[in-house]
């Protein structure tokens, strides 16, 4: 049973580059969750998906897109990378809302240079 | 922002103590929740109280949350090395968790 796992750990992208964060989960969970965390920010919610084709816009949804095409993926986009979305980025999923508590994956470790 | 905010923001004891972390929110809720990181992991769920109980006890932890005073504090005793991690708080916000800026708690053997 692997929880949440995110892929790739770690990237360097160019300015302008585009990439995509995929994450999945074995839990049958129906929502999914894109944070990211800087320092001294605590975790901000980017996008979020209560459900298979279904997403819905967080509190820094600008510069990122996302897909939920199967229930048990959600990815993230980045088509135009800037150096403002040098961060971390993690993944979490819960079966039916926040009634209980998050499965989190390992994160994303992104640097846009 | 909707972000809670903890304080303090950094904390250092000695095994043995007693580490006390706060947290303050702006929205009523129907839970609140604490997690802990570990330097370079993801978030792990440590325990959730729901908005009409006033306390919470699970192992070493205890949570209090007063909705009145949108606060709530996570008591770890007999704290160890192994404690060492940030802590956050979150609050529900219909179908998301709204995360607070977290304590990093330092615990020297």
């Known amino acids: 049973n692997a929880g949440v796992t995110q892929t790739p750990k770690f990237r360097v992208l160019k300015t302008g580059q585009s990439m995509t964060l995929l994450c999945a989960q074995d839990?049958?969970?129906?929502?999914m969750y894109w944070y990211r965390q800087d320092p001294g920010m605590g975790l901000r919610l980017i996008h979020y998906?209560?459900?298979?084709?279904?997403?819905a816009k967080g509190e820094v949804p600008d510069g990122y897109n996302v897909s939920r095409l199967k229930k048990q993926n959600f990815l993230l986009g980045l088509e135009s990378a800037a150096p403002s979305q040098t961060s971390v980025y993690f993944c979490?999923?819960?079966?039916?809302?926040?009634?209980?508590?998050?499965?989190f994956g390992s994160g994303t470790r992104l640097t846009v240079v | 922002s909707q972000q809670g905010e903890e304080d303090p923001q950094a904390l250092s004891i000695q095994e043995g103590e007693n580490a006390t972390m706060n947290c303050s929110y702006k929205?009523?809720?129907?839970?609140l929740q604490w997690y802990r990181q570990n330097s370079g992991r993801g978030l792990v769920h440590l325990i959730l109280i729901r908005s009409n109980e006033r306390e919470k006890h699970s192992g070493r932890l205890r949570v209090t949350l007063d909705t009145s005073k949108k606060s709530s504090s996570l008591l770890i005793t007999a704290s160890r090395a192994a404690d060492t991690a940030s802590y956050f708080c979150a609050t529900d916000d219909t179908d998301k968790l709204i995360f607070g800026t977290g304590t990093r708690l330092q615990v020297f053997p």
């Open positions: 998906s209560v459900g298979e084709g279904t997403t």
């Open positions: 839990m049958n969970h129906e929502y």
């Open positions: 929205t009523s809720i129907n839970n």
């Open positions: 979490a999923s819960i079966k039916g809302g926040p009634k209980g508590g998050y499965t």
